[in-house]
């Protein structure tokens, strides 16, 4: 066994589902988002004496998961797959689209989350799913706290927008 692998296993065990539960967020395949996870975590473990004795390994996780989303979206593209979510094939059967007719709020507002900008998407996804700090989200945004202050204003206004359109509200 590696050195510091038990570390590296605690944090895993921590860190993977809460990386999952952002890039649901910010994109709709659920093969990209678990190409991008487990990218984010071999990087972790690949880097993992640096990362260990970061002051907030998390916000580092949290940066690299959305370049990683970034970096599969873009190898797909390259390739000719599509990853917009509007590009899904319906996958319901007829006889049964009755039953799911009405949509759950939680995946109203997802979906509309999804359709923001993403410097907007990944910033009201890191505040409202991992309740973080704006000191925080402007670390793993890579801009000042007024700039996070911004796009959080930004979001929400184009996030009521969206769900009045779609009658979801919130």
């Known amino acids: 066994m590696r050195p510091g692998s038990e570390e590296f296993t605690d944090f895993f065990v921590h860190g993977e ?3 999952r ?3 649901i967020w910010l994109d709709g ?3 990209v988002i678990d190409d ?3 990218e984010t975590m071999i990087s972790a473990f690949k880097y993992w004496e640096k990362v260990k004795v970061l002051d907030q390994p998390r916000a580092w996780l949290f940066k690299v ?3 990683r989303l970034s970096d599969v979206r873009e190898a797909r593209h390259r390739a000719g797959v599509s990853t917009a979510p ?3 094939p319906d996958t319901m059967p007829p006889d049964r689209r009755d039953e799911f007719s009405v949509r759950d709020d939680r995946l109203t507002i997802l979906e509309a989350v999804r359709k923001l900008p993403r410097q907007q998407a990944t910033a009201i996804a890191l505040q409202v799913q991992h309740d973080l700090p704006l000191n925080e989200i402007a670390d793993i945004m890579s801009i000042s706290v007024g700039s996070v202050k911004t796009h959080l204003h930004h979001a929400r206004r184009t996030l ?3 769900l009045a359109e779609e009658g979801g509200g919130l």
Do not use: E
């Open 65 to 67: 998961a959305g370049q």
């Open 21 to 23: 539960r952002y890039l």
């Open 160 to 162: 009521k927008a969206l």
């Open 86 to 88: 509007y590009d899904l």
């Open 29 to 31: 395949d659920r093969s």
């Open 17 to 19: 589902p809460q990386v």
């Open 36 to 38: 991008a996870a487990q």
